[in-house]
């Protein structure tokens, strides 16, 4: 089975750096997604990685370490319309791309 | 171009009724699936449709069902409705034929359902 683990809260300031840790225990996935999610809203993609390594798109950055069993978001530059919980999940290799093991999410709450 | 659509955004029900979600992918998107989100939790996939039958499952019981109609759209049916299932129901849709888009998931807005 699969068991995702993330911190519950974080809390940072406007225009700083956050990481945001996951750690999982799982059989063997295809990959580790990032999904932001707004109160009230629907989630939304952030991030994608397959292969161990850094992965980064704009202020938002990923990290795959598939022997540690670890991954990481980095939030740059943060603004406070990134007040939000992330979501880390994986797909695992019976699933496909559709099937996602999500965890319980991060809320990331950003002051001025 | 619009998203995925949901609807209806929310509903109560009482105990032992049904309910019926329904869902309209992302145009372009052949494959639909539905996951649960309680509050403060993250989504659990309940199951996954494309060519107009469930392909996968996750861990819930059969009052939970689907259908996926030709033109792409999908409905969640939930039975015998019960307390603890009270929560957010979102559709997510995506291609079959991934190329660039591997990996990401479109979601709708989400149903929320209370069950009274």
């Known amino acids: 089975g699969q068991n995702i683990d993330q911190p519950t809260e974080m809390t940072a300031t406007e225009g700083a750096i956050v990481q945001i840790n996951c750690t999982y225990q799982?059989?063997?996935?295809?990959?580790l997604f990032w999904y932001q999610q707004h109160a009230g809203e629907a989630p939304t993609f952030l991030s994608y990685n397959v292969l161990d390594g850094l992965e980064e798109k704009g202020r938002f950055s990923s990290f795959l370490s598939r022997s540690k069993g670890y991954s990481y978001l980095l939030l740059k530059e943060l603004q406070m319309k990134d007040s939000a919980s992330y979501l880390c999940a994986v797909s695992p290799f019976s699933g496909g791309y559709n099937k996602l093991i999500f965890g319980a999410g991060t809320r990331l709450a950003v002051h001025p | 171009d619009a998203g995925v659509t949901q609807s209806p955004t929310h509903l109560i029900k009482t105990r032992g009724q049904q309910v019926t979600l329904r869902c309209s992918p992302k145009?372009?998107?052949?494959?639909v699936s539905w996951y649960q989100q309680a509050l403060g939790q993250g989504p659990q996939f309940i199951f996954q449709y494309y060519e107009e039958e469930e392909r996968q499952r996750g861990n819930f019981p059969d009052r939970f069902s689907g259908h996926q109609f030709p033109n792409y759209s999908s409905e969640l049916n939930v039975n015998a409705l019960l307390l603890g299932d009270s929560a957010l129901y979102l559709c997510?849709?995506?291609?079959?034929?991934?190329?660039?888009?591997?990996?990401?998931?479109?979601f709708g807005e989400g149903s929320r359902l209370t069950v009274l």
């Open positions: 997510a849709s995506s291609p079959r034929d991934r190329g660039l888009y591997a990996g990401e998931l479109f």
């Open positions: 799982t059989s063997g996935f295809n990959g």
């Open positions: 145009s372009g998107h052949d494959t």
